[in-house]
């Protein structure tokens, strides 16, 4: 009787399991925001020296990397300022120590973190805040010379502790757009995000001053609310063709609150009982710019457990995936609210692993972001150890958009390994195509010949196309293996399967790296 409990037991313990082994996509967005107001992430504090900022910078890269992230969204202009050399705004004090100081010794954050990315095969999203011109304004607060508050004082408003651009104000819209556009005509990234602040969230008791700017652009608007929604729609829907018009490849994605509006207000929202809604408070129509596909990909901030009564995770992702219209849907993941929240939910350690899960199950969900790079580094109830030795154990691709202007370069020819001390060593020609490569995609098989490379488990690395050689230094097991080597453009269309391969046989001495690096595979 006892053993027939012990296998009836084991048999339901493995069939529970299995509803949890999913095999990895070989494509999944899979990106985290990088907040640099107030030094939420980056750099540790305001006035570092350029050395100190840069090398913070590398080991956070590197860390995501580990944990399988293959995006950064990073934000480079918090509040009017800069975290690059711009001509319309100063230094950012949070980068400085002071606004308007340039680091020391010169360099480019931007430039430094764009290039940091490409060369780890990640994408760089810059994240852009459009509205907020100034956080915590008080009189005593020291702008810099010329700044655009100064400039324009008709174009601002203050609204509790902030002072924030009147979106209503034509003229100012134009300045953001303009703002935004020199940064995609000066930067390789790789898109533009913006998050959830449009209009800003509501203070109990006090109205958005922006009566006298309704009373003369509202035109034949009779609620201010609609006109509102209008001006934020309205600079959206320009500024996405804008980016197109410069650079084709720049994509644009937005990140709101979690909820679009509550279905008690109306049929078409979501099953929630949020306290403010992006519709509602925000003024940010994000379901209308789905409709149109004025953006290319949305990540609602879904930072709520799944289960959770008032906004539960899974019914906002239900809601979300169901208006998507063909665009990438990414879901936000609230890493920061991991034991660390009212809701006992996020005392359990799978819970952000359920939601990635969950995430899986459908087809119109391409990935994850997850809020903040900070968040981690204390490994709260083990997330890392979550991504790196389970979930994102295997790299990924980024999600293909299709309808965005690209194709796929030429393979890489002439690709030869041979087994070094270290490990093997890959080299190949870069192909000479239109486009260039941008990344490449490293595949290994154990073998004489290729399998597909179709399958995410035979995915080894993803790197940038600046060197065309990699170092494998994860091999476990003798004996002889195949790689392929495939060529992704700046979307990553990726070259076909007639791409050479290598086939090199490996001894025992030649086996390196730790033991989990074998273990997984990968570096």
Same mark, same amino acid.
């Given at each position: 009787?006892?053993?027939?409990?012990?296998?009836?037991?084991?048999?339901?313990?493995?069939?529970?399991?299995?509803?949890?082994?999913?095999?990895?996509?070989?494509?999944?967005?899979?990106?985290?925001?990088?907040?640099?107001?107030?030094?939420?992430?980056?750099?540790?504090?305001?006035?570092?020296?350029?050395?100190?900022?840069?090398?913070?910078?590398?080991?956070?890269?590197?860390?995501?990397?580990?944990?399988?992230?293959?995006?950064?969204?990073?934000?480079?202009?918090?509040?009017?300022?800069?975290?690059?050399?711009?001509?319309?705004?100063?230094?950012?004090?949070?980068?400085?120590?002071?606004?308007?100081?340039?680091?020391?010794?010169?360099?480019?954050?931007?430039?430094?973190?764009?290039?940091?990315? %490409?060369?780890?095969?990640?994408?760089?999203?810059?994240?852009?805040?459009?509205?907020?011109?100034?956080?915590?304004?008080?009189?005593?607060?020291?702008?810099?010379?010329?700044?655009?508050?100064?400039?324009?004082?008709?174009?601002?408003?203050?609204?509790?502790?902030?002072?924030?651009?009147?979106?209503?104000?034509?003229?100012?819209?134009?300045?953001?757009?303009?703002?935004?556009?020199?940064?995609?005509?000066?930067?390789?990234?790789?898109?533009?995000?913006?998050?959830?602040?449009?209009?800003?969230?509501?203070?109990?008791?006090?109205?958005?001053?922006?009566?006298?700017?309704?009373?003369?652009?509202?035109?034949?608007?009779?609620?201010?609310?609609?006109?509102?929604?209008?001006?934020?729609?309205?600079?959206?829907?320009?500024?996405?063709?804008?980016?197109?018009?410069?650079?084709?490849?720049?994509?644009?994605?937005?990140?709101?609150?979690?909820?679009?509006?509550?279905?008690?207000?109306?049929?078409?929202?979501?099953?929630?009982?949020?306290?403010?809604?992006?519709?509602?408070?925000?003024?940010?129509?994000?379901?209308?710019?789905?409709?149109?596909?004025?953006?290319?990909?949305?990540?609602?901030?879904?930072?709520?457990?799944?289960?959770?009564?008032?906004?539960?995770?899974?019914?906002?992702?239900?809601?979300?995936?169901?208006?998507?219209?063909?665009?990438?849907?990414?879901?936000?993941?609230?890493?920061?609210?991991?034991?660390?929240?009212?809701?006992?939910?996020?005392?359990?350690?799978?819970?952000?692993?359920?939601?990635?899960?969950?995430?899986?199950?459908?087809?119109?969900?391409?990935?994850?972001?997850?809020?903040?790079?900070?968040?981690?580094?204390?490994?709260?109830?083990?997330?890392?150890?979550?991504?790196?030795?389970?979930?994102?154990?295997?790299?990924?691709?980024?999600?293909?958009?299709?309808?965005?202007?690209?194709?796929?370069?030429?393979?890489?020819?002439?690709?030869?390994?041979?087994?070094?001390?270290?490990?093997?060593?890959?080299?190949?020609?870069?192909?000479?195509?239109?486009?260039?490569?941008?990344?490449?995609?490293?595949?290994?098989?154990?073998?004489?010949?290729?399998?597909?490379?179709?399958?995410?488990? %035979?995915?080894?690395?993803?790197?940038?196309? %600046?060197?065309?050689?990699?170092?494998?230094?994860?091999?476990?097991?003798?004996?002889?293996?195949?790689?392929?080597?495939?060529?992704?453009?700046?979307?990553?269309?990726?070259?076909?399967?007639?791409?050479?391969?290598?086939?090199?046989?490996?001894?025992?001495?030649?086996?390196?790296?730790?033991?989990?690096?074998?273990?997984?595979?990968?570096?």
């Amino acid at each position: 009787m006892i053993r027939t409990c012990t296998l009836f037991l084991l048999i339901v313990l493995m069939g529970s399991t299995s509803l949890y082994a999913q095999q990895p996509p070989k494509r999944e967005f899979r990106g985290v925001w990088v907040a640099t107001v107030k030094n939420i992430d980056w750099p540790s504090q305001a006035g570092l020296d350029a050395e100190t900022q840069q090398q913070e910078l590398i080991e956070l890269l590197d860390f995501h990397r580990k944990n399988g992230m293959n995006a950064i969204i990073m934000q480079i202009r918090p509040s009017a300022d800069a975290f690059y050399e711009s001509k319309y705004e100063p230094w950012s004090e949070w980068l400085t120590g002071q606004q308007g100081r340039p680091p020391m010794p010169y360099y480019d954050p931007l430039d430094f973190a764009i290039d940091a990315c %490409h060369k780890r095969g990640m994408e760089f999203h810059a994240w852009i805040n459009p509205y907020r011109a100034v956080v915590d304004y008080d009189s005593l607060k020291l702008l810099a010379p010329g700044h655009i508050v100064e400039e324009h004082p008709e174009w601002f408003v203050r609204y509790g502790a902030n002072l924030y651009f009147d979106p209503g104000i034509p003229d100012a819209r134009d300045y953001v757009m303009k703002v935004v556009l020199d940064v995609v005509r000066r930067y390789d990234i790789d898109a533009v995000h913006f998050d959830d602040y449009f209009y800003p969230y509501r203070i109990p008791e006090q109205a958005f001053p922006d009566t006298a700017s309704f009373r003369k652009y509202g035109g034949f608007y009779e609620e201010v609310e609609e006109w509102r929604r209008h001006n934020v729609s309205e600079f959206i829907r320009l500024l996405s063709r804008r980016i197109k018009l410069e650079k084709p490849w720049v994509k644009f994605g937005i990140s709101p609150f979690s909820v679009w509006r509550n279905q008690d207000k109306d049929p078409l929202g979501s099953p929630t009982r949020a306290g403010q809604t992006s519709y509602d408070d925000l003024y940010a129509d994000i379901r209308k710019w789905l409709e149109n596909q004025w953006i290319d990909y949305v990540a609602p901030q879904l930072y709520f457990s799944i289960g959770y009564e008032l906004v539960p995770y899974e019914k906002t992702l239900d809601w979300w995936r169901n208006v998507a219209n063909g665009r990438h849907l990414y879901a936000g993941h609230g890493v920061y609210k991991i034991n660390n929240n009212a809701d006992k939910n996020w005392e359990l350690p799978d819970q952000i692993p359920r939601q990635i899960r969950l995430n899986r199950e459908f087809e119109e969900v391409q990935g994850s972001i997850f809020f903040s790079a900070r968040s981690f580094k204390s490994n709260p109830l083990g997330i890392n150890d979550s991504l790196r030795n389970g979930l994102y154990a295997r790299p990924a691709l980024v999600p293909v958009m299709g309808w965005l202007e690209s194709q796929a370069p030429l393979a890489p020819a002439e690709l030869e390994g041979s087994s070094q001390h270290k490990g093997v060593l890959l080299s190949w020609q870069q192909p000479q195509s239109k486009p260039a490569p941008a990344y490449y995609a490293i595949y290994r098989f154990k073998g004489k010949k290729p399998g597909s490379t179709d399958e995410a488990t %035979h995915l080894l690395d993803v790197v940038g196309a %600046h060197q065309p050689f990699y170092l494998d230094t994860t091999l476990a097991v003798p004996g002889k293996y195949t790689y392929v080597v495939t060529a992704l453009d700046r979307i990553q269309h990726e070259s076909g399967p007639q791409n050479p391969f290598a086939c090199v046989k490996v001894k025992r001495k030649h086996l390196f790296g730790s033991l989990r690096q074998r273990l997984l595979g990968r570096k």
